[in-house]
């Protein structure tokens, strides 16, 4: 019988990753169960797809609280009745303390519009477009103390182009990220992610092609 991991997902907006992750659920594709969703937002759009699905909603909104501590202690509250395994950060928009962290070491997830370590942060399609990179893309990661510092799980790349702008990236990026923030929380429900040091390691992993890729394309060779 194949275990179900108990997610817990923080939101902040519109929660495109929630649907992905709630779509690859219904369809049979991700061994996982969302026990609660948390959104420090009460304008999110989260919401609706979460009733939609019925699926539990909490506002936890961090302008009642004076203290970020005391913001994360009542998330990590909720979270833990919820009986929570995998805490997964899908455009929540909040640093977490070392509080939440502590609560639940390597079991927190996070997905980041751009392929780290480049471009950490805020606004990180507009920085790749206006750098001038050839490549962009997303990764998903375990968080850690640091801003979007931590191991590396997975990552997709996707191609720059010259008429590009924050937008039209931003688009392309968030389709990759409909894949590889499910495929990531699979692997973890497996029980095939290993953390050593900085690396993440996949057990039972397919053999890597390698398929260099050229952008612009290549006239000499």
Same mark, same amino acid.
């Given at each position: 019988m194949k275990k179900v991991l108990s997610?817990?997902?923080l939101v902040s907006g519109s929660g495109s990753n929630l649907q992905s992750i709630i779509d690859?659920?219904?369809?049979?594709?991700?061994?996982?169960?969302?026990?609660?969703v948390i959104s420090n937002s009460p304008e999110a759009y989260a919401g609706e797809r979460c009733r939609r699905h019925d699926i539990p909603f909490v506002v936890v909104n961090h302008m009642d609280f004076p203290l970020r501590d005391d913001f994360d202690q009542h998330m990590i509250d909720i979270l833990q009745s919820c009986g929570v395994e995998l805490v997964v950060?899908?455009?929540?928009? /909040?640093?977490?303390?070392?509080c939440f962290l502590s609560s639940f070491p390597m079991r927190i997830m996070n997905i980041h519009p751009a392929l780290l370590p480049a471009f950490p942060?805020?606004?990180?399609? /507009?920085?790749?477009?206006?750098?001038?990179? /050839?490549?962009?893309?997303?990764?998903?990661?375990?968080?850690?103390?640091?801003v979007d510092t931590g191991p590396i799980i997975i990552q997709a790349v996707v191609p720059v182009y010259e008429d590009d702008d924050e937008v039209s990236l931003a688009q /392309?990026?968030?389709?990759?990220?409909?894949?590889?923030?499910p495929q990531a929380i699979q692997w973890y429900a497996e029980g095939r992610l290993e953390v050593r040091g900085r690396k993440v390691r996949l057990r039972e992993a397919e053999a890597l092609i390698s398929t260099p890729q050229y952008n612009p394309s290549l006239t000499v060779r």
């Open positions: 997610l817990g997902i690859h659920i219904e369809s049979g594709k991700l061994d996982a169960v969302i026990k609660v950060m899908a455009g929540f928009m /909040r640093i977490l303390t070392a942060g805020l606004h990180v399609q /507009r920085k790749a477009v206006e750098y001038g990179v /050839r490549f962009s893309g997303c990764t998903v990661h375990f968080a850690d103390d640091g /392309r990026i968030l389709k990759e990220e409909h894949k590889i923030y």
